[in-house]
């Protein structure tokens, strides 16, 4: 017993550093385990949803041109950007960008669409692929 009296003094100094070191930071947040009950009501856990991509999970799809269009891009850019409606192979209408400088495409052409954000035209997030099945190769510029 005289033993805890003789570190008494040292346990009271670290007793009060200790308080004044940690201020009251509020509840602490922490979540308990679930009980058995809880379990058996909710059932097992969903495993997290996967993302498709644009072209649903592959790399290319086929695509028929409804109509061509020109859309005008966001703010700070100002051109004007070849666009076209198409229905996928999956049956789903989107609209996809037509990359290069001029285009042969027009209603009721089948072109090869691939994933490939344009980010200056909002809801755009598939481009064609030029040089295959009706879209032409970009025309090289004459000199």
């Known amino acids: 017993m ?3 009296w003789s570190l008494r003094p040292v346990l009271t100094s670290l007793l009060q550093a200790s308080q004044q070191a940690s201020t009251w930071m ?3 947040l922490s979540r308990t385990m679930a009980t ?3 379990m058996h009501r909710k059932g097992k856990p ?3 949803h996967k993302h498709v ?3 649903f999970g592959r790399p290319q799809l086929k695509a028929v041109i409804l109509k061509t269009m020109i859309r005008k891009p966001k703010k700070p850019n100002s051109a004007n950007r070849k666009c076209a409606q198409v229905r996928l192979s999956n049956g789903k209408e989107v609209v996809v960008f037509i990359p290069g400088e ?3 495409l027009q209603e009721h052409n089948i072109v090869l669409v691939q994933g490939g954000r344009t980010q200056d035209l909002p809801g755009v997030k598939l481009t064609v692929v030029r ?3 009706d879209c032409a190769h970009v025309v090289k ?3």
């Open 2 to 4: 005289s033993s805890l």
């Open 26 to 28: 509020g509840p602490v």
């Open 36 to 38: 058995l009950n809880q």
């Open 46 to 48: 969903k495993p997290p």
């Open 53 to 55: 991509g644009a072209t």
């Open 102 to 104: 001029g285009h042969n």
């Open 131 to 133: 040089g295959k099945y």
């Open 141 to 143: 510029k004459k000199q």
